[in-house]
């Protein structure tokens, strides 16, 4: 697969101030991990990394996000949210929404969101995001979002059996370095509308439209446990709403293991 991305075309590509520095890497093993490093070492708010390939890309809960040269975009952005902890929850939700509307609009596609974060085309997971935190120097928590879309599969490896495809299988031949500017820029607005209760409950309004979720039966598996019951809604902080036969509970997206129709 010939490469559509390097630095320079996506500098040519950013449409926003997020992407700037930017880290671009041809491989590295998780770009997460490079925004980390470099989140604890001072990185600016919208500081970027993108790979061309990713050799130890991570999921949630400790899954590999797989991925082969070209197939995907990977890219992590340093976000230095002005939230309490206990509301980092409603980033998944801005990530989320940024994703789904850069990808349509660059595709043309329409995605949907699955509670926590997945993005989803006709129910199959099309990318994923990874929020990670850790206590920076000075008190204050550095976060990094990354996320990976499945861009330019054409063949999606058995693991994955069929619940994901990508922008290629749905018809649709995109360039990532124009979508990376289109997904920076997306971010930047979305992450600058949580500074304020008005802004982040349009964000929570946004995801509540795209969920493909909320109305569902749905099991989850909670440290171990099922808990089913019917999605009602999303929190404030991006939890979500289940009413179970013991009454409404409030999932929080990071104690998730498992979302799936009852
Ligand atoms: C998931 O659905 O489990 C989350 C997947 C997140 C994958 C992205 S790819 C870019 C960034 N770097 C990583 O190592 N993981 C995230």
Redesign the pocket.
């Known amino acids: 697969m010939t490469s559509d991305l390097s630095a320079a075309r996506i500098e040519g590509a950013l449409r926003g101030r997020w992407g700037r520095p930017l880290r671009f890497f041809e491989e590295v093993a ?4 490079e925004a980390l490093e470099w989140a604890e070492g001072g990185a600016p708010e919208g500081a970027a990394v993108v790979a061309d390939h ?1 050799s ?6 400790g ?1 590999t ?1 797989l991925s082969e040269p070209g197939a ?1 975009l ?3 952005v340093v976000l230095r949210p002005r939230l309490p902890p206990d509301r980092f929850g409603v980033l998944s939700a801005a990530a989320g929404v940024a994703t789904a509307e850069a990808i349509a609009e660059v595709s043309g596609l329409s995605c949907r969101l699955k509670w926590p ?2 993005v989803t085309i006709s129910g199959r ?1 099309v990318a ?3 929020l990670e935190s850790r206590m920076g120097t000075g008190g204050a928590p550095v976060v990094v979002c ?3 879309i499945n861009v330019r599969w054409t063949k999606l490896p058995e693991e994955l059996g069929g619940r994901a495809t990508s922008l290629a299988l749905e018809g649709s031949k995109v360039d990532r370095a124009a979508l990376t500017g289109s997904l920076l820029l997306a971010l930047e607005k979305a992450c600058g509308r949580l500074d304020d209760e008005s802004g982040s409950a349009e964000i929570i309004e946004r995801a509540t439209a795209l969920s493909e979720v909320l109305g569902q039966a749905v099991e989850a598996r909670v440290g171990g446990v099922l808990v089913s019951g019917v999605a009602l809604s999303l929190t404030e902080a991006g939890g979500l709403v289940l009413d179970t036969a013991e009454g409404r509970r409030v999932l929080d997206a990071g104690e998730i293991e498992k979302l799936r129709p009852a």
């Open positions: 998780s770009t997460n991990s990713q130890a890309g991570r999921g949630r809960l899954r996000w995907i990977p890219l992590s974060n997945d997971k994923g995001i990874l990354g996320i990976g």
